[in-house]
């Protein structure tokens, strides 16, 4: 299971952003997925999470309104809409994988994508 991350980039205070996770192996239709964040000198934020069917999903207080997960099975893609971004949103964002079906605890994500960075300026 590896989840690849692809969709950052610079943009300014106020746009939209979409964040695309392809993940290879056979098992993502049974695999909850999750978006983490890490800002320079901050740990780790776990941002929003999805069930493996779509039907449950979690967000954060610091997103939630402004950005949408969702899930497309038959590509084996998860993805984080993101509306209004602020500065405070700059972070390097990181899709993860769980061998769950529903994971609500970040450390039952065990596999991680290697990033792709965000960066709202003002």
């Known amino acids: 299971v590896q989840p690849v991350e692809s969709g950052g980039g610079l943009v300014q205070a106020g746009a939209s952003l979409e964040l695309s996770c392809v993940v290879s192996?056979?098992?993502?239709?049974?695999?909850?997925m999750a978006w983490f964040r890490q800002a320079p000198g901050k740990e780790p934020e776990f941002i929003t999470c999805?069930?493996?069917?779509?039907?449950?999903?979690y967000y954060a207080d610091s997103v939630k309104g402004r950005f949408t997960i969702a899930r497309d099975n038959a590509k084996n893609m998860v993805s984080l809409q993101m509306s209004n971004l602020k500065p405070d949103d700059t972070a390097v964002y990181y899709c993860?994988?769980?061998?769950?079906?529903?994971?609500?605890?970040?450390?039952?994500?065990?596999?991680w994508g290697q990033g792709t960075q965000v960066t709202v300026s003002s």
């Open positions: 192996g056979p098992t993502f239709r049974d695999s909850a």
């Open positions: 993860a994988a769980s061998p769950r079906s529903w994971a609500a605890v970040p450390s039952d994500y065990a596999y």
């Open positions: 999805i069930s493996s069917n779509g039907l449950s999903i």
